[in-house]
């Protein structure tokens, strides 16, 4: 078994979707963001409970009292759920929930201690373990990252793209550097390789320019942040889309992909 097999099952599939909140904020806006994408194609249910904030005093995620909310609305709505891991710490409370699918953000991966915990407490889990780009733009760091975890045996593995700190900032958040990921998938070509264009955005206006580009370099799928009142978000206001957006949004992509 190859730990890409997981996804064979999803490549047949429209558009391989994982959508949620940037955060877990109350039970009512998971589930009511939940109700509303499992009309839609998604896959995965993403929601982030404990945030890891550049500088300290923001939102920093409800903690371990989202996981069961989490584990409601996948009973609710049959959608498999997503949340950020960055601790043993969180993999032991999360191990406690129906988890489907653990990512590593942007500030973990760029940590290889980090990541080697991780891996030693994700030892041959069944889970499905995404890994994200690491902050800085440096190949190695994020396959070096994906290398821990392979050797730890975890079944099923995949990275997000999301984009890459520079100084100054470009028009984006994070700027995509997608020569980075497409030399990730030159050296490791069988591995999953999911966007989210909503982190390298950060705004809504430059979802779409950048998934297009990412659909014409065949990833495999999407993280796209979802919320049902994006203004009012406890983070990531500017960037996320309500649901409904979102399933517009998926539908003009399609149309503006088979134009080019
Ligand atoms: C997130 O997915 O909400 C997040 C914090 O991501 P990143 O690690 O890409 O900043
Ligand atoms: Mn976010």
């Known amino acids: 078994m190859s730990q890409s097999d997981w996804f064979q099952a999803y490549k047949s599939a429209a558009q391989f979707l994982i959508a949620g909140p940037c955060s877990a904020e109350t039970f009512e806006q998971v589930l009511e963001t939940g109700l509303a994408l499992r009309q839609q194609s998604v896959d995965f249910f993403r929601a982030g409970v404990w945030k890891p904030r550049t500088r300290p005093g923001g939102f920093e995620g409800v903690g371990e009292v989202a996981l069961p909310w989490l584990a409601e609305v996948k009973k609710q709505t049959g959608l498999k759920i997503a949340i950020e891991v960055a601790s043993p710490a969180h993999v032991e409370a999360a191990e406690q929930f129906d988890i489907d699918m653990y990512w590593i953000g942007a500030r973990t991966t760029a940590n290889p201690f980090a990541v080697q915990e991780l891996a030693n407490a994700l030892q041959g889990s069944n889970k499905i373990v995404l890994l994200k780009n690491p902050v800085n733009p440096d190949l ?118 088979a134009e080019t």
């Not at 700190?165 to 470009?170: I, L, Q």
């Not at 966007?195 to 580009?213: F, V, W």
């Not at 993280?223 to 309500?242: F, V």
């Open 140 to 257: 190695s760091l994020w396959i070096g990252g994906y290398e821990r975890l392979q050797n730890a045996a975890i079944q099923s593995l995949g990275v997000i793209h999301r984009g890459f700190s520079t100084y100054p900032k470009s028009k984006y958040r994070n700027s995509p550097e997608w020569q980075i990921a497409i030399d990730f998938r030159r050296e490791l070509p069988d591995v999953p390789m999911i966007c989210d264009p909503s982190h390298m955005a950060g705004k809504r206006e430059y979802l779409a320019e950048l998934t297009d580009i990412a659909l014409n370099l065949h990833y495999d799928g999407f993280m796209i942040e979802s919320h049902p009142n994006p203004d009012a978000a406890w983070s990531d206001a500017a960037q996320q889309l309500t649901p409904a957006a979102l399933e517009a949004f998926m539908r003009n992509r399609k149309k503006a992909v």
